[in-house]
């Protein structure tokens, strides 16, 4: 068994982040149905799966010929009030018989893809990650973009942008393997915005992964947002007033959101760990909170003793 | 050391199901129409005098020995409001009596659109996920929401209109179909003047899930059939969207239903299940479902239109 996935994450278009319960209005796609929030320890809220029915060629690394006739499952998600992802998923599974069925057979499985054909499983997995694209193959980011343009469109939201930040698109597959030596992470920064995750989990934590590259996804975001208005903020130049203002986006929207692991399942806290090892998302993210902080604090003393008493020519 | 085990919980972050009585069947025994009221009677006696021989073999068929069994009666309030409750429930009850028909269950079809401030064919129309025609990889919207519905892909002749005419025609296809098709093109809703008007199909396909027990608010139950004292009044609108008749009904939602119509509502019946094959019900509501089913050890299946049953019949 196999989950394919894609996540675009962005920023809310909102001049500043949206309250839960605004949150909760934006992300009633279905109604009648429920909106996961929690507060804690970082605000994030989930919005019901919205169903699509496919019927499509499966990608495949051998090039074999697979079909995948099904439903896939979309739901978005908002961090910290601040951060809209948009996560589509396909459960894949070998088909019983060799020809579609009647539509509400696919219908009783929800989020389930059923392949038809030669192909197998660990060949679509690496297929995917890979993207051996074939013309009209299974296009989960399709579905994703037009989730997140939904929420972005809302009449809730003010439309307004506080800074420039990149989208960025998640491709991760997880596949299944009971042998617990198996597991493992692969997380690739492929352009400047394009990842992939291929993930190898315990049959039983499939589900799972799905909130883990949510998460992954969320935080690489993040840290590439950072990166970037450090970079932009060239920080060696200029006054003490437009480093502030070049750095302001960060601390004001940014800063708080870093909380790795904090939505994800126990299951999938060991790939964390791992994947934290190997990248060292959190060492970079201090270390450049650390040069944010120490550039303002430098500034702060500099016009302090600078009103104080002129420094000393050398 | 022995590590200490925390819990955290937030409620808002948590599903909440709520479950519902559930009968074995239900058994719907007509649905009433002005022209029907309006035939009189003697008219009603002779259809529910044939109703009542098929419900005996519908209550025995497939279903356990003790089995749960619920009767029901849906009333058109919607398209054209007949006389008034006062006037047509007491000539109802006293015919099916006579026919030997016990009605548990009253329901009124404006309660399918909208029932205790409940929008329940909004809810039905949110989770409508269209049959994929070949090809459907996700990369495009799914076809625009015009308040049709059809089992395939309709002639390109007829979505073009006038400007497109000299382009080939290609017949509609139905998918799924075995060498031909039956291509079923369903009106679930006409908009007029910013009022929205349902089709009676789609109404009575959410008379179908509401049966099923399959729709929730938020997670709370829809479906809360009210006693009923004393005289009828003179509005519709005054009646609970439904009626309890027998206080020892059994529930009035069922793991199946049975419906037995005259011969005239094949048409929309057929039309109901192109609606529901195409419905994805909340998966979490169709586990709890599946899990008390196998529990009582009664087989249902996977999919909604394996558990909706008819006869229909002439005359």
Known sequence: ?314 | MIPIDATFRETTAETRLESVPLAHLSVELGHLYMEDFAAGPKALGAQLGRVAQWAGAAARIDLPDKARVSTCFLIDDYFTPFATPAEVLPMLLRVAEDSGLRIDYLAREAACAYADGVPLADLVAARLTAVPPVGTNGSRPPPMDIGWLSNGERSPGAVQGEAMRRTAWAPPVEIDARNHSVFVDVEMWSDTKGKRLWSCPFLAAVWQLLRLGLLRDVGANVVRPRPWAGDFPDRWADLPPIIQLNPTAKPFCAYRTFSLLPARFLQVENAVRVILSQVAANPAVLDQIAERASREGFEISPELIGRVGYVFFTG
């Open chain 1, 1 to 314: 068994m196999l989950i394919l996935g894609e996540i675009r994450t962005c920023l809310l278009r909102n001049s500043s982040g949206v309250r839960q319960t605004v949150v909760g209005e934006l992300l009633g796609l279905i109604p009648g149905e429920q909106v996961w929030m929690s507060e804690r320890p970082m605000a994030h809220a989930v919005s019901p799966e919205v169903v699509r029915g496919v019927d499509c060629p499966l990608p495949t690394r051998s090039g074999t010929r697979s079909r995948g006739v099904g439903t896939i499952a979309a739901h978005a998600v908002i961090s910290a009030g601040r951060v809209l992802q948009g996560s589509v998923t396909a459960r894949v599974e070998p088909a019983l018989v060799d020809r579609r069925l009647s539509w509400s057979h696919y219908l009783s499985r929800p989020g389930v893809v059923e392949m038809i054909g030669k192909g197998s499983v660990p060949d679509v997995w690496q297929g995917f990650v890979q993207q051996l694209s074939t013309a009209h193959v299974l296009d989960l980011g399709a579905v994703s973009e037009r989730l997140i343009g939904k929420v972005q469109t809302n009449p809730h939201l003010d439309h307004v942008t506080p800074f420039r930040s990149a989208r960025t698109k998640t491709r991760w597959a997880a596949l299944a393997n009971n042998d617990r030596s198996a597991r493992s992470c692969q997380f690739t920064v492929g352009s400047d915005t394009s990842r992939t995750i291929a993930l190898v989990v315990p049959e039983a934590d499939l589900p799972d992964a799905v909130r883990f590259c949510e998460d992954v996804a969320l935080h690489d975001w993040v840290l590439t947002t950072v990166l970037r208005i450090v970079e932009r903020g060239d920080l060696g130049s200029g006054g003490g007033r437009d480093i502030l203002a070049r750095l302001r986006p960060a601390i004001n929207h940014l800063m708080h959101v870093w909380m790795p692991g904090a939505h994800v399942p126990d299951s999938m806290m060991p790939f964390w760990r791992a994947l934290e090892r190997r990248s060292g998302f959190t060492r970079q993210w201090e270390a450049t909170v650390t040069r944010i902080r120490d550039q303002l604090a430098m500034r702060v003393l500099t016009a302090f003793y600078d009103e104080a008493s002129p420094v000393p020519q050398r």
